[in-house]
């Protein structure tokens, strides 16, 4: 069965240096996006992108966030300069749109903690 | 303020015993509804969906759900938990057919016991 994979699955970074998340979905989805869960709290929308640009985003998604397509498979979140409030879990997923947009399709994640 | 809520925080149940795991939502009209299960070290995985039509739903892995409009609910139920069913599942709700963010519910951690 299809998956999304994320890599890495978990990643320890000091304050204020700068973390790529990297994410391969599904090779016939258009849509992707990524979400976040901070320990003990619920999964958030951080940004959704189509047609190789943001098609939307949330508060979260400021400035230091960024997102891109770099080649036709990996789809990457980058923070550039990391807060103690980013450590969470990064979900990345894709749909394709096909049987309804938000028929998602979830990695296993991507475990941030900032030190 | 439009919310997703699932009351329990943990159910602790015994292979072969029914579940029900409970997710209210609070929005004007009608969402769309989702359940996902997360194993551990594995992705959000789509377990069922209700979009309109039979409240009752049917998913993956055995479990279905149903809708109650009148209770603003979306409970999902297997007759039967597996040892494999321990896992923390999470209910979400969009506001449109096209909308890919999801509001989720803060997860049930399910444990199985032998």
């Known amino acids: 069965e299809p998956e999304v994979t994320q890599t890495p699955s978990h990643q320890v970074t000091q304050m204020g240096q700068e973390v790529i998340l990297r994410c391969v979905p599904i090779s016939n989805h258009l849509y992707f996006y990524w979400y976040r869960q901070i320990l003990g709290q619920k999964v958030e929308f951080l940004v959704s992108?189509?047609?190789?640009?943001?098609?939307?985003k949330s508060e979260i998604f400021d400035d230091q966030f960024s997102v891109e397509r770099p080649d036709g498979s990996n789809f990457t979140l980058k923070i550039r300069s990391t807060k103690l409030e980013d450590s969470a879990m990064y979900f990345c997923?894709?749909?394709?749109?096909?049987?309804?947009?938000?028929?998602?399709?979830f990695g296993a994640g991507s475990r941030l903690t900032v030190l | 303020a439009q919310s997703v809520t699932q009351p329990d925080i943990h159910i602790t149940v015994s292979e072969g015993a029914s579940l029900e795991l409970r997710c209210n939502y609070s929005?004007?009209?009608?969402?769309?509804l989702f359940w996902y299960v997360q194993s551990p070290g594995q992705g959000l995985q789509l377990l069922l969906k209700?979009?309109?039509?039979?409240?009752l739903v049917q998913g993956i892995k055995g479990f279905e759900a149903e809708f109650k409009r009148s209770q603003s609910s979306f409970n999902l139920r297997k007759p039967s938990v597996h040892w494999s069913d321990a896992a923390e599942y999470f209910c979400?709700?969009?506001?449109?057919?096209?909308?890919?963010?999801?509001?989720f519910g803060a997860g049930t951690t399910v444990t199985v016991r032998a």
């Open positions: 997923a894709s749909s394709d749109g096909n049987s309804g947009a938000n028929v998602l399709t």
């Open positions: 979400a709700v969009a506001l449109r057919s096209n909308d890919y963010k999801l509001s």
């Open positions: 992108f189509y047609n190789n640009e943001i098609s939307e």
């Open positions: 209700y979009f309109s039509g039979d409240t």
């Open positions: 929005y004007g009209a009608t969402p769309y």
